[in-house]
């Protein structure tokens, strides 16, 4: 079993960067697919960004890409998610995510963590 904690939500202006982590607790974090998903108010969860367990598969979404980058420490059973020029609409709870498959689908993964707020002014 793995339990995340993410961190590293805040509010930002428009054009900032923020850097979220995410730690799991657990003996099958190194070989756990790792992703990053956000809700809006009123929104779906969405899909962000995910890697694989040896960081040889990454996956962004469109909205995302060039802007924001995933990586993890397997060491430090964590995972990142570096986001760059944010904008207003990057505005959500974010959430990372742990499961056997890597990919842009929620029900790839079976555990979550609570989630961080991130708010990009304009």
């Known amino acids: 079993q793995v339990q995340l904690v993410e961190s590293g939500g805040g509010l930002v202006q428009a054009g900032g960067s923020l850097r979220l982590s995410c730690a799991a607790s657990?003996?099958?974090?190194?070989?756990?697919?790792m992703g990053w998903f956000r809700q809006a108010p009123g929104k779906e969860r969405e899909f962000v960004a995910a890697?694989?367990?040896?960081?040889?598969?990454?996956y962004l979404a469109n909205s995302v890409k060039g802007r924001f980058t995933i990586s993890r420490d397997n060491a430090k059973s964590t995972v990142y998610l570096q986001m760059n020029s944010l904008k207003p609409e990057d505005t959500a709870v974010y959430y990372c995510?742990?499961?056997?498959?890597?990919?842009?689908?929620?029900?790839?993964?079976?555990?979550w963590g609570q989630g961080t707020q991130v708010t990009v002014s304009s």
């Open positions: 995510a742990a499961g056997h498959y890597v990919g842009r689908y929620a029900n790839f993964y079976d555990y």
């Open positions: 657990g003996r099958t974090f190194s070989r756990s697919a």
């Open positions: 890697l694989s367990w040896s960081g040889d598969s990454t």
